[in-house]
């Protein structure tokens, strides 16, 4: 989980209204209204047909201009065809259906230009993690410089709490660094001369001197802001099933039109029930009723999802969510809540303390260090309702530990790094055994001899394993971990969900080079994660899905999905309504097909009046949308969230 101030700082956010296509939409839908009041309130016919006409021309410029440049590449882009309809629509008097084609094109362009650039936002942002500037050491001393102008070679100082500013190599000085927006760790890393650091992550309690190794524009962090950018831009864009087949469709129902319009006229037939009948088929063929087929029921999905806590950005991840085949999990505050916990106190064999009096002594002394572990402490003496003696003589030491004078004796709470002597071997038994049951050891020692040992772990979230099971009977196959966390600590809480394919210790570039190995392979990937590091893997992946409480700015805009409530119980439930939404939509296009079939071919070849054609054009719409809206029924989350309609993989 990246510390809390990555999530503050880099926000580059953009203006909504400053997107063109956000105003364009915003007074389309406004014209429709205000057309839709004044018809039904019975004012003037030219009063309404202005209005409708005027939305006509603010939602529908930009998608039939980029029709018509389309055109010169020779293709007949969707969105024209529409503008056709709608067009076509109003010049039989039906102005109103072909004014609401036109906000709903406009609406969700606008939609689209908000993810992108919010994405783009968040990339350029997360640059801002990495400090301007850094301080330089010379021979003639210290030296403050641009960030960016740093060698290779360079010797820098990095005061406690602040970022370092280029990767390098630890030549001198102890300390902690948080360095999870890296590697996803959830605790910091004790960092000693020839330790690898990294640009954008934080310094702890220690000064340190750093020799750089990378160039700014190679730092750990300007490659994933890289990756991010390149994963985005260079992802297929997946379409939505009708649209796999829209060229051909277009280019058949506009050559149609012109053929029944263009040839009856050269054989010596009247202009205008030529013309009516041309208009007829372009009514009863134009794909409003197939449009609405894909999407009620997955507009409808997305909203019951967004009532229970989970924001599907599009109806096309909708669709992709329903396609999945295999889930992959990042660890630390995706699987686990991200902070540590006091798990276990244990205690010397000849220890004079009890278990609450070691708690009490640790708390104290922990109580004036701003380490995540002496928090995670302090939080159990607090829980337990253990007061704390009075604190003196305070000092810390970094990659170390503190020590402070607490009721009368002198108080040692320190990392097991450095024990000291054969004769701490029971002290050294007791560690291990933590170690080895994957928690992080702090030993707690009283004027200089050893007490006990504290465990502290991040903490499973509570509904991690049952998640990973419904996950596993609905698609088939086990998920999998890809974390930046060190093997065994990967390994044990895997076992403790049932996960048995782990991959750690992966930087960023390794957990995208993971999603498509198994993209290769035939699966279709989704990939919970929440941290910067696991950006381009979110971007890379089928499906990327954030959580929404504990992620990263950036995490969040390029995933296409966020658990906004943190509640990985939700992700079974939306996997599950998305492939109901699918067969849904399946079954519409179904119905609107076989309308669609019967209205062509009795315009073809019979006479089709216009009344019954329009009727059965609005009909086919009204029940394929009918249809589609089912899935906003409370009914329809139960029975996705129910363990009982997990299915198989082909389902």
């Not at 899935?631 to 029975?639: C, G, N």
Request: with cysteine; proline share 5%.
């Amino acid at each position: 989980m990246p510390p809390a101030d990555s999530r503050r700082r880099g926000q580059r956010r953009t203006v909504l209204w400053s997107l063109p296509e956000v105003r364009w939409a915003a007074a389309a839908t406004g014209l429709f209204t205000l057309g839709v009041l004044a018809q039904l309130t019975g004012s003037p016919d030219w009063l309404w047909w202005a209005l409708y006409l005027a939305c006509y021309a603010a939602g529908g410029w930009e998608p039939g201009w980029a029709g018509l440049q389309a055109l010169r590449e020779r293709k007949l882009d969707v969105d024209l065809l529409m503008i056709l309809a709608a067009v076509g629509a109003a010049s039989i008097g039906q102005v109103l259906d072909g004014a609401l084609l036109i906000v709903i094109f406009a609406t969700s362009g606008a939609l689209e230009a908000i993810a992108t650039k919010r994405t783009e936002d968040s990339v350029s942002g997360l640059l801002d993690l990495a400090p301007e500037t850094a301080t330089r050491l010379t021979a003639a001393g210290e030296e403050t410089i641009e960030a960016a102008d740093l060698q290779v070679g360079d010797v820098i100082l990095v005061r406690p709490g602040e970022r370092i500013g280029a990767d390098g190599e630890v030549i001198q000085g102890a300390s902690e660094v948080d360095q999870a927006t890296i590697t996803g760790e959830p605790l910091p890393v004790d960092k000693h001369p020839g330790h690898e650091v990294f640009a954008g992550t934080l310094n702890g309690t220690g000064a340190l001197r750093i020799r750089v190794t990378r160039p700014a524009s190679d730092t750990v962090i300007a490659r994933i802001v890289a990756m991010a950018a390149e994963a985005s831009a260079t992802k297929a864009r997946v379409q939505l099933f009708i649209e796999k087949v829209e060229q051909r469709y277009s280019v058949g129902m506009v050559a149609a039109t012109i053929a029944l319009f263009v040839i009856p006229l050269a054989l010596g037939a009247e202009l205008q029930p030529t013309l009516l009948r041309a208009m007829t088929f372009m009514i009863v063929a134009s794909p409003c009723a197939v449009v609405l087929a894909t999407m009620p029921p997955l507009l409808s999905a997305i909203a019951n999802a967004g009532r229970h806590g989970v924001l599907v950005k599009s109806a096309v991840v909708m669709e992709q969510l329903a396609t999945a085949t295999q889930v992959a999990f990042d660890k630390t505050g995706t699987l686990t809540e991200g902070t540590p916990h006091l798990t276990d106190i244990r205690l010397l064999p000849h220890a004079t303390v009890t278990e609450n009096q070691l708690l009490a002594l640790a708390a104290a002394a922990e109580s004036s260090s701003e380490h995540p572990l002496a928090r995670a402490v302090l939080a159990a003496a607090r829980e337990a309702g253990t007061p704390l003696p009075a604190t003196e003589a305070f000092t810390s030491t970094p990659g170390r530990g503190v020590t402070a004078r607490v009721g009368g004796h002198q108080v040692e709470v320190s990392s097991p790094a450095d024990l000291r002597d054969g004769r701490e071997d029971a002290l050294r038994a007791l560690v291990d055994g933590l170690e080895q049951a994957g928690r992080t050891a702090v030993v707690v020692r009283v004027d200089g001899e050893p007490v006990g040992v504290l465990g502290l772990t991040d903490k499973l979230r509570p509904d991690a394993a049952d998640t990973v099971a419904q996950l596993t009977t609905l698609t088939g196959v086990r998920p999998l971990l890809l974390t930046g966390d060190n093997a065994r600590a990967a390994r044990r809480l895997a076992a403790e969900v049932s996960i048995t394919d782990v991959r750690a210790g992966l930087l960023p570039e390794d957990k995208v080079a993971a999603v498509r190995e198994l993209e290769a392979q035939g699966d279709r990937v989704v990939l919970v994660g929440d941290g910067v590091n696991d950006a381009p893997a979110l971007a890379a992946a089928h499906v990327g899905i954030a959580m929404g409480r504990t992620g990263s700015d950036l995490a969040l805009d390029t995933a296409d999905t966020v658990i906004t409530r943190d509640e990985l119980a939700t992700l079974p439930a939306v996997i599950a309504l998305a492939r109901r939404a699918r067969r849904l939509v399946i079954a519409n296009l179904a119905i609107a097909g076989t309308f669609i079939a019967v209205l062509v071919t009795w315009d073809l070849v019979g006479t089709l009046p216009l009344p019954l054609g329009v009727a059965g054009h609005e009909g086919s719409t009204i029940i394929v949308g009918l249809n589609g809206l089912r899935l906003l029924r409370r009914a329809a989350w139960k029975r996705a969230a129910s363990p009982a309609t997990g299915v198989g993989a082909n389902d």
